[in-house]
């Protein structure tokens, strides 16, 4: 299957897309699968931000992706096919102290991939985000990694393999009718002590 | 003395308009904000007068950090101080996400997202200054539950917001500032004028037969009434209140 990939040049997931068999491409609006990806997580208390860097998070989170996937959205919608998968973070799903920006950002992109899926629905186009946890190679500055392994109830971090692989079942026929879903790949983290009061201790 | 700044606040069909008037029913002073519309909002600050309270007019855009600052040092300088922050002003553009552009976004991520988060932090450093706590309420949309289309830009800014809104309750309870957000469904603002779902009378029907509780859209004053309590509860944080007939029960 081609899928365009955007987002940040060297993420770790996009090499185990490739990995996986995709056909990944860096350009044009053909392919039949798309795969948005995230910046780094970052994590700070709202009050510690700067005004910009909070602005930079959001453009860097949410307005790139979103302006990133919409020609390929469009294309989709005349061709009548496509699968649209969003990589971006947990931190989207559930408020933790010091992921306000990433989480905000986050939390906008899977709203906008599921307006995507009622839009592109009728048009044969899906869209689904995949959540990932802290995994390894893309663990915020700061964060304890043993600590959050301890924490998941899997007892340890994705890999990017693993998201890689969920981003692929999400592209193939084998998910012919999932659409608008945010999937989380986290271990169960956030359904125990993802809650822990700042994640940088966990 | 209590103090609450309400943003978006002048206009005489607005949701800030009964915010502030329920506030005003609770003892409060007010500080409206708007982008213009000074003519409603003199009527704003006569209205809440007559209801015996001190009231101001603090224009000014909400969509940066600085423009939050002013309108609370403006609000602290002719009230004497910040006890609740109301971060009502809200824009929204009806369109598939296709055909967004890039003023487009700007326009409405400026406002209910940028604007919402530096009003709040603008709020919250006056609060900590103050040293006594206080309470922030946003206006947010039964569309930061629900999905919808064609408010997809809209409603991704409001389920922003309310990740942030649990983001800022967590970071900022240890000052004992609660941070709450409501949730109207259909108001009948100038914001919905453009809306498709309200363009004939017939799909204005259509619209109210949808709304289980009572079959008509909000008063301002009803979401007013939710505001006030969250402005004044004690122990409330991180909540979301939707103020809608039930609109989206079961929607999301």
Same mark, same amino acid.
């Given at each position: 299957?081609?899928?365009?990939?955007?987002?940040?040049?060297?993420?770790?997931? /996009?090499?185990?897309?490739? /990995?996986?068999?995709?056909?990944?491409?860096?350009?044009?609006?053909?392919?039949?699968?798309?795969?948005?990806?995230?910046?780094?997580?970052?994590?700070?208390?709202?009050?510690?931000?700067?005004?910009?860097?909070?602005?930079? /998070?959001?453009?860097?989170?949410?307005?790139?992706?979103?302006?990133?996937?919409?020609?390929?959205?469009?294309?989709?919608?005349?061709?009548?096919?496509?699968?649209?998968?969003?990589?971006?973070?947990?931190?989207?799903?559930?408020?933790?102290?010091?992921?306000?920006?990433?989480?905000?950002?986050?939390?906008?992109?899977?709203?906008?991939?599921?307006?995507?899926?009622?839009?592109?629905?009728?048009?044969?186009?899906?869209?689904?985000?995949?959540?990932?946890?802290?995994?390894?190679?893309?663990?915020?500055?700061?964060?304890?990694?043993?600590?959050?392994?301890?924490?998941?109830?899997?007892?340890?971090?994705?890999?990017?393999?693993?998201?890689?692989?969920?981003?692929?079942?999400?592209?193939?026929?084998?998910?012919?009718?999932?659409?608008?879903?945010?999937?989380?790949?986290?271990?169960?983290?956030?359904?125990?002590?993802?809650?822990?009061?700042?994640?940088?201790?966990? | 003395?209590?103090?609450?700044?309400?943003?978006?606040?002048?206009?005489?069909?607005?949701?800030?308009?009964?915010?502030?008037?329920?506030?005003?029913?609770?003892?409060?002073?007010?500080?409206?904000?708007?982008?213009?519309?000074?003519?409603?909002?003199?009527?704003?600050?006569?209205?809440?007068?007559?209801?015996?309270?001190?009231?101001?007019?603090?224009?000014?855009?909400?969509?940066?950090?600085?423009?939050?600052?002013?309108?609370?040092?403006?609000?602290?300088?002719?009230?004497?101080?910040?006890?609740?922050?109301?971060?009502?002003?809200?824009?929204?553009?009806?369109?598939?996400?296709?055909?967004?552009?890039?003023?487009?976004?700007?326009?409405?991520?400026?406002?209910?997202?940028?604007?919402?988060?530096?009003?709040?932090?603008?709020?919250?450093?006056?609060? $900590? $200054?103050?040293?006594?706590?206080? $309470?922030?309420?946003?206006?947010?949309?039964?569309?930061?539950?629900?999905?919808?289309?064609?408010?997809?830009?809209?409603?991704?800014?409001?389920?922003?917001?309310?990740?942030?809104?649990?983001?800022?309750?967590?970071?900022?309870?240890?000052?004992?500032?609660?941070?709450?957000?409501?949730?109207?469904?259909?108001?009948?603002?100038?914001?919905?004028?453009?809306?498709?779902?309200?363009?004939?009378?017939?799909?204005?029907?259509?619209?109210?037969?949808?709304?289980?509780?009572?079959?008509?859209?909000?008063?301002?004053?009803?979401?007013?009434?939710?505001?006030?309590?969250?402005?004044?509860?004690?122990?409330?944080?991180?909540?979301?209140?939707?103020?809608?007939?039930?609109?989206?029960?079961?929607?999301?």
């Amino acid at each position: 299957m081609r899928v365009l990939v955007v987002g940040p040049e060297g993420h770790p997931v /996009a090499d185990e897309l490739a /990995a996986v068999g995709l056909d990944l491409t860096r350009e044009g609006t053909d392919a039949e699968g798309l795969v948005t990806l995230p910046p780094d997580p970052e994590v700070a208390p709202l009050l510690e931000l700067a005004p910009d860097a909070w602005e930079d /998070a959001v453009r860097r989170w949410v307005e790139e992706p979103f302006f990133a996937a919409q020609p390929w959205l469009a294309a989709a919608l005349e061709r009548g096919s496509g699968s649209w998968v969003a990589v971006t973070s947990i931190l989207g799903t559930q408020p933790f102290p010091g992921g306000g920006a990433a989480g905000a950002g986050a939390m906008a992109l899977d709203t906008l991939v599921r307006i995507a899926a009622l839009e592109g629905g009728p048009h044969g186009v899906r869209a689904n985000a995949v959540a990932p946890g802290w995994f390894e190679g893309n663990v915020p500055a700061g964060l304890d990694a043993g600590l959050a392994e301890q924490d998941t109830p899997l007892r340890s971090l994705a890999t990017s393999a693993a998201v890689a692989e969920t981003v692929a079942w999400l592209l193939s026929p084998a998910a012919a009718h999932v659409t608008g879903e945010v999937l989380r790949v986290d271990g169960g983290y956030t359904i125990t002590r993802g809650s822990r009061p700042d994640p940088r201790t966990a | 003395m209590a103090v609450a700044l309400v943003t978006g606040a002048a206009r005489d069909r607005g949701i800030g308009r009964g915010i502030a008037l329920a506030l005003a029913s609770r003892g409060f002073d007010v500080a409206v904000n708007d982008l213009a519309h000074e003519e409603e909002a003199e009527r704003r600050v006569a209205e809440l007068e007559a209801l015996g309270r001190r009231a101001a007019f603090v224009p000014g855009d909400i969509r940066t950090r600085e423009g939050n600052e002013r309108l609370v040092a403006e609000t602290v300088e002719r009230l004497g101080r910040l006890d609740a922050f109301v971060a009502n002003a809200g824009v929204a553009s009806w369109m598939p996400l296709v055909e967004v552009t890039r003023d487009d976004w700007e326009h409405v991520v400026g406002v209910n997202l940028h604007g919402v988060f530096h009003g709040c932090c603008a709020a919250a450093e006056q609060l $900590r $200054r103050q040293g006594e706590g206080g $309470r922030i309420v946003v206006t947010s949309s039964v569309n930061a539950v629900m999905p919808f289309s064609p408010l997809g830009v809209y409603g991704a800014t409001k389920h922003a917001v309310g990740l942030l809104v649990g983001v800022m309750a967590r970071e900022w309870g240890a000052d004992s500032i609660s941070v709450n957000h409501v949730g109207p469904g259909w108001v009948d603002t100038n914001i919905n004028d453009p809306s498709p779902d309200f363009e004939t009378e017939e799909k204005r029907a259509a619209a109210r037969a949808s709304i289980p509780f009572g079959a008509r859209p909000a008063d301002p004053e009803e979401i007013g009434e939710a505001v006030a309590y969250l402005v004044t509860s004690t122990y409330t944080t991180g909540a979301f209140v939707r103020v809608d007939g039930g609109l989206v029960i079961g929607k999301y």
